[in-house]
């Protein structure tokens, strides 16, 4: 088995990367057309809508993530014969399980609807259609996943992430375009469904371009299908839990608030957590990455996690420190005066939440990718109940701003027990072998808590100057090693070449 080079692991991350950065930047510009095209209650049930076949995409058993992770170890193993059937066999039991979560939406939209969230009268009809093509869509967005799954195994990233771009861009045009013709949410939402369809089939076909599939006939066995479970079992908990942590404070803004106050925390949600592009782009390198190398070399898998770590850090805390600190300005000149009033100190205390997020990610993939899922589930489950009552409790006092809070409390605790379990599967002393890197991180975040509170621009200009500039410095002398330099430019270099 050979370690996958620095070089590929580099391009496919920035292939990633571009695959979420430019929807991204469609997202900033169209959001504030959509939000004074459809109202501010109507742009929260569209902010809903995207949550649940967020949510529902995932509803797979955990069978997509472990399809990555069985075609990788059997690419890493020249054990290419077993590939078709483990494909044919996931994709079926994908549809199967997928169809469930179609059947469960379906029957409760009307609930959800009417009971749960706290919509207008004269909006609720037309919500309830749009929740039932969510569902019937739930199929085509998760075996999706699967086969993006087994390109991921590939490393075919330049291929996913122009698709993905598409998707992404059409997720915020599609219902820009509408607008043109009508605000109707229903007819958005069959538009969107119509675009996953194109993109099912545009992931089918580079698929069916791998020689391994190309070759072979429609094949299912049950023999594959216990060790899939398996596998898939822990991550289903995770797949299923994870995500109605992510999603579960919209929900529960929507039931005991209103839509409306949905738009004031969803808006700046969604622009400070596309930061974790930038994670997502590598740990989706590393994925497949790890599962081939890390029973034949840990070394270099630890290795790889570490750096990667590192790297991200350096990246993302310039941007969410001057976030931060200009949230007032930012959300000034982007929605205007009413959404600083709502959505300032939420932005401020997501921004927070994504520098631990940002780290999270690393030993959480690092966790699955060794066949550990059961740690990161065990964790998820650990969590959920607290965060619920806390959120339960706290929305009434504070709301959105209480929201924000209590989800920077469950990430920081998130973050700390992933990265206690990582170290113990290494037997590594991390604490004292990473002091100065620990320290690091921890001066960083507490400058960016300290910008929360400066409220005079004059005042935040200087420091925030000031606070890159010891950052820059510390990063240049402490924390970029000689090695690191040399894989920087070495990278750099051939990739100008």
Not at 32 to 42: A, C, Q, V
Not at 263 to 292: C, D, Q, R
Request: proline share 3%; charged share 15%.
């Amino acid at each position: 088995m050979k370690n996958i080079s620095s070089q590929l692991l580099l391009k496919n991350s920035l292939y990633n990367l571009a695959g979420s950065i430019i929807p991204l930047f469609v997202a900033l510009f169209t959001i504030p057309f959509l939000i004074k095209g459809l109202g501010e209650e109507k742009f929260g049930i569209l902010s809903l809508a995207w949550i649940v076949i967020g949510y529902f995409s995932l509803f797979d058993f955990g069978i997509g993530r472990t399809l990555t992770k069985i075609v990788a170890e059997n690419i890493g193993t020249d054990k290419d014969e077993d590939i078709p059937v483990i494909f044919w066999t996931s994709l079926l039991l994908m549809f199967i399980v997928s169809l469930f979560g179609s059947i469960i939406l379906f029957l409760f939209t009307p609930h959800l609807v009417l009971n749960i969230f706290k919509i207008s009268t004269i909006y609720e009809e037309e919500t309830i259609y749009t929740f039932y093509t969510l569902a019937i869509s739930i199929p085509i967005v998760t075996t999706t996943a699967g086969l993006r799954g087994v390109l991921e195994a590939y490393q075919k990233f330049g291929v996913i992430n122009s698709i993905k771009t598409v998707l992404g861009i059409f997720t915020f045009v599609g219902p820009l375009l509408c607008l043109i013709f009508t605000n109707n949410l229903f007819i958005i939402i069959i538009l969107l469904t119509l675009i996953r369809f194109v993109i099912w089939i545009f992931y089918y076909r580079e698929c069916d371009k791998l020689e391994s599939i190309r070759k072979s006939k429609i094949v299912i066995s049950k023999n594959f299908i216990k060790p899939i479970i398996k596998i898939s079992t822990w991550m289903s908990v995770s797949n299923f839990i994870g995500p109605l942590l992510i999603y579960v404070d919209r929900f529960l803004i929507g039931a005991m608030i209103s839509a409306v106050a949905v738009t004031y925390y969803t808006t700046p949600y969604e622009v400070i957590t596309k930061l974790l592009v930038i994670p997502s782009a590598l740990t989706g390198v590393l994925f497949p990455a790890i599962s081939s190398n890390y029973k034949i070399n840990p070394e270099y898998t630890h290795k790889l996690l570490l750096k990667s770590i590192k790297y991200v850090f350096i990246l993302i805390f310039p941007v969410v420190f001057v976030i931060i600190t200009f949230s007032s300005e930012g959300i000034y000149i982007w929605l205007g005066e009413d959404f600083v009033e709502h959505s300032k100190l939420v932005l401020q205390l997501l921004g927070m939440g994504i520098l631990l997020n940002s780290l999270a990610y690393f030993p959480f993939t690092f966790l699955q990718s060794i066949g550990r899922p059961d740690i990161t589930a065990k964790i998820h489950l650990f969590e959920l109940p607290f965060y619920l009552l806390l959120m339960v409790y706290i929305i009434p006092k504070l709301g959105i701003i209480g929201v924000a809070f209590v989800w920077v409390i469950r990430i920081l605790v998130d973050t700390l027990l992933l990265f206690y379990f990582t170290q113990r599967v290494f037997a590594d002393d991390f604490i004292n072998k990473h002091k100065l890197h620990l320290v690091f991180v921890s001066s960083s975040i507490l400058m960016a808590l300290v910008s929360i509170f400066l409220t005079l621009l004059i005042v935040k200009v200087i420091f925030a100057l000031l606070v890159l500039m010891i950052f820059a410095l510390v990063v240049w002398k402490k924390i970029i090693n000689n090695e690191d330099l040399s894989f920087i430019l070495s990278r750099a270099k051939s990739l100008g070449s």
